[in-house]
C-alpha cells in the first residue's frame, strides 16, 4: 500500500493512536470547484471517528476498505484523525481541507460527522460525501451509509445464550445513543429468545456530550469487571477502542468476550486475547467504504440511503475462532436464528 497522508486537527492527538500527520490543502478559491481532475487521480479520503485508526474495531474498518481501494482501484487514499474534545467546527475544517486537497469520495466515519457533512456537502456540490451510520443529513452529493447492526446483536445474543454456563451474561455500551441501543436491543432479544431465564447485565459508560466511552479502554475494563463479578461468564461490547478494555477483562477471566464492527480475533492489537474472543458482531463498514469509492471512479456515486443487513452478509456473526465452530449447538442456534431474520419470521428490535 503507498503512503497515506494523515491530516489532524492542530493541537491534540492520542499519543496511543496518532500517527505522524501531514497537513496539506488548497486555497479557498478550490470550494465548490469541479472534483473531475481528481476523480481521474483516483484520490478518496476518510475522516475518523472518536478513538481513531488502531482502535481495532470500527475505525479499523474503515481504514480497511480505503486500503482496498488503494490495492485495487489504485486510488490514493488520505485519512484524517479526530481530535480529543474537539466540536462540529473542528470536523468542518478537517472535512474542508479534504475536499480541498481534491479528494472525492470524502467519508466521515461516524453519526458526529452529521452537522459538519450537512454544511460542507453544500459547499461541494461535485464532490461525494460519505457518513457512516447516519442517516439525519441528505443531500445529493450524500451517501448515507447504515447498517443494520440490531440484526448482528441478535445473533450474538444467541450465542452469548448458548454459550453462557452461569445464565448471565453482559453488554457494555460505549455512550447512550439511539444508535447502540440498537446494538444492546438485538443482543438482549436474541438473548431472552434463546433462554427466557437468562440474565442481561447492561452498562454504558459514559452520556453525551461526554463520547470517552468510545475511547478509553480502562473504562470497559472497569465496566466488564463489574459484570464479571455479577456472574456474567459471556460479554459483549459495542464501545469502540473501549471495548478492547472488556475483551481484555473478560478474557483475563477466562470467560468469553464477543467483539464488535470487526472480527476481533484477526485484530493483532488483540492477539493476547484472541482465544477468549468467542466471536464478533461484524459490520461490513469495509466494503461500504469501498464500494463508495468505486462508485465515483465508476462515474456512478452512489447517494441516499445505502443499507447493509444481514441478508446481504453487510452484518453478520465471524466464526474465526475455532473454539466457536467446534460449538456446534451454537452454531446451529445462530445459523436458524440468521434464517429466520432473513425469511421474516423473527424481527429485530430496534430500541430496548
Known sequence: MRRITRITTVGIASAALALTATACGKSSSDAGSSPSSSSKAGKA???????????????????????????ELGV???????????????KVQRLTSLARAGNNPVIGVGFAY??????????????????????????????????????????????????????????????????IKKFEAGFAQGVKDTNPKAKVLTQYLTQPPNFDGFAKPDLGKAAAQGQLDKGADVIYAAAGLAGS?????????????????????????????????????TKDVSDSVFNLVKSVKDGKPESGEVRYGLATDGVGLADSNPAYTKMTDVIAAVDKAKKDIVDGKITVKTAP
Open 114 to 179: 452529521a452537522p459538519a457533512i450537512e454544511k460542507v456537502a453544500k459547499q461541494f456540490p461535485k464532490t461525494t460525501f460519505g457518513i457512516i451510520d447516519d442517516t439525519s443529513v441528505t443531500g445529493a452529493n450524500i451517501a448515507n451509509l447504515v447498517f443494520n447492526e440490531e440484526q448482528g446483536s441478535y445473533l450474538a445474543g444467541v450465542a452469548a445464550a448458548k454459550a453462557s454456563k452461569t445464565g448471565t451474561v453482559g453488554f457494555i455500551g460505549g455512550v447512550e445513543v439511539p444508535l
Open 76 to 90: 490514493k487514499g488520505a485519512e484524517a484523525e479526530p481530535s480529543a474534545g474537539e466540536g462540529d467546527a473542528d
Open 45 to 71: 479520503a476518510i475522516a475518523y471517528d472518536i478513538g481513531g485508526r488502531g482502535d481495532q474495531s470500527f475505525n479499523d474498518a474503515a481504514y480497511a476498505g480505503l486500503k482496498k481501494a488503494e490495492d
Open 245 to 281: 478494555g472488556s475483551i481484555e477483562a473478560a478474557a483475563n477471566a477466562g470467560k468469553w468476550a464477543i467483539g464488535v464492527d470487526s472480527d476481533q480475533y484477526n485484530q493483532a492489537g488483540l492477539a493476547k486475547y484472541k482465544d477468549r474472543i468467542l466471536t464478533s458482531v
